[in-house]
C-alpha cells in the first residue's frame, strides 16, 4: 500500500472556495495527515479551482505545474467549480491523479485510499458525477486566520443567469437548518476568530427547501456568544429585503456592510442578463441601507462588456454607478463560458474595448473609496487588526470596512480597538492618531 502522510492545498476562487478547502483540511488532518506548506513537499496536493473565466482555468493548470515539480511523485487531485465543469480537461494535464466533482470532493479520503491500494498511481482519474444529481449540502467554514472567518451557509443556484457557469458547476440552491448552521456557527465561537463572514453563491435563497429563510438565520445568529461581528459577503438586492436591513441596522453584531451585485447599470443589459431586478429596485436598497445606516460600507458587482452592451449602455452604467451612493466597486470583464446562452448572443464586445471599459470603472472605483474614506473623517469606529506584519505596520477593518494602519505591535493582533477616523494615507488606508482597548 503507498503510504500518504503530508497534504497541502492551494484554493482558487472565491470565499466560498476557502471554506470547503478548510472542511476538507479537517477530514485530512482528522485522518492523521499533516498540513504543510504547498513547497514542503506533501505526498498529496488538493487544489480547488474556480472556473469564473477562462484565466481561473488557465490558474488550474499552472498550479498543477507547480505541484509536480515541488514532489513529482506526488498525487494530484483537483476538486471545485472547474472539476465539475470540465473533469476530462483536467484528468488530460499531465500529473493530475484524480478529478472530483461537486458530489464527490467531501469523500475525498475514500476515493484516495482506493488508488493507494494500487501497485501504482493511476493518472487521470475521474469521480465527477452529472450536477443534477447534487442535492447534499455540506456546512463548513475556513480556519487557519484567528481574525476571521468565513462561514458557508449556503450552496448552488437556481437562478441561470445568461453569463454564469455556476449552476451547471455546483447544482441547485441547498443549505443545511438554522439548528444545523447553528452548530458550526458555535464551532467557530469557540474558536480564537472573532469575526464570521456568512458566505455561498446565493445565500438570500437560504432555506429555500424548507420553512425557514435567511431573516431567521441571521436573528439566530446574531445570539451567539462568542462571535463579535457577522459579515454578509454578499447577497443579490431582490432578496435583500426591508427587514433584513432593518435587522443588520439595529442588531448586536451584524456590521453595517454589504456588498451588492449589481453587474450593470442598463436596464436593458439587465434583462438580457436574465437578472431578477432593475436599477429602479437596486437604487431602492441603496437608499434605504443609507437611510437607515448612513456610514454603511457598500460594495458592488458589476460586469462590463457583456455582448450587446453598446457605448450608450456602458455610459448609463458608469453614471449610474458615479451617482449612487456606494463605496467600491468589484470590476469584471465578460469572458466567454461554455454551455451559457450569452454565448450564444453574435453582437460581441471585442475584447480591446472591454478592457479600456474595464479600465474605467476600476478608476471610478478608486474615487468612489476615496469619497466614501473622506466621508467618515472626523469620524470614529472600531477596527479589528489583523496578525499580519507589513513594512512594520498592520492593518485592520472597522465595522464598516474602513481599513485601517498601524504600527505593528503584536499585541494587538485579533483584538479590537477605538478609533478616530484622523487622515488618509496613500493607497486609500485611513490613519488614526489614538488606538484605545475596546
Known sequence: MIDFKKVAFYTLGCKLNFSETSTIGRLFENEGYAKVDFNDSPDVFVINTCSVTDNADKKCRNIVRRAKRVNPNAFVVVVGCYAQLKPQEIADIEGVNLVLGANEKFNILQFIAE????????LGQVRAGEIKYVKEFVPGYSAGDRTRTFLKVQDGCDYFCSFCTIPLARGRSRSASIEETLKVAQEIADSPAKEVVLTGVNIGDFGK??????????????????????????????????????????????????????????????KQMRRRYDT???????????????????????????????????????DYLANLDVAY????????????????????????????????????????????????????????????????????????????????????????????????????????TELTLA
Open 209 to 270: 427547501q424548507s420553512e425557514e429563510n435567511f431573516f431567521q438565520l441571521i436573528q439566530e445568529l446574531d445570539k451567539i456568544e462568542g462571535i463579535d461581528r457577522f459579515r454578509i459577503s454578499s447577497i443579490e438586492p431582490n432578496l435583500l429585503s426591508d427587514e433584513i436591513i432593518g435587522f443588520c441596522a439595529n442588531s448586536r453584531s451584524f456590521v453595517p456592510h454589504f456588498h451588492i451585485p449589481l453587474q450593470s447599470g442598463s436596464d436593458t443589459v439587465l
Open 115 to 122: 488508488e493507494q491500494e494500487k501497485e501504482e498511481l493511476a
Open 280 to 318: 429602479a429596485l437596486y437604487t431602492n436598497r441603496v437608499n434605504r441601507i443609507k437611510e437607515l445606516m448612513p456610514d454603511a460600507c457598500i460594495g458592488v458587482d458589476v460586469i462590463v462588456g457583456f455582448p450587446g452592451e453598446t457605448e450608450e449602455d456602458f455610459n448609463t452604467t458608469y
Open 329 to 432: 466597486l468589484h470590476v469584471f470583464t465578460y469572458s466567454e463560458r461554455a454551455n451559457t446562452t450569452a454565448i450564444r448572443k453574435e453582437d460581441v464586445v471585442p475584447m480591446p474595448v472591454r478592457h479600456e471599459r474595464s479600465k474605467k470603472l476600476q478608476l471610478l472605483s478608486e474615487k468612489l473609496k476615496r469619497n466614501f474614506y473622506e466621508s467618515q473623517i472626523g469620524k470614529s469606529g472600531t477596527v479589528l487588526f489583523e496578525e499580519a506584519e507589513q513594512e512594520g505596520f498592520m492593518y485592520g477593518f472597522t465595522e464598516n470596512y474602513i481599513k485601517i494602519r498601524a504600527p505593528y505591535d503584536g499585541k494587538k493582533a485579533n483584538a479590537f480597538f477605538a478609533v478616530n477616523y484622523d487622515s488618509i494615507d496613500p493607497g486609500t488606508v485611513m490613519r488614526s
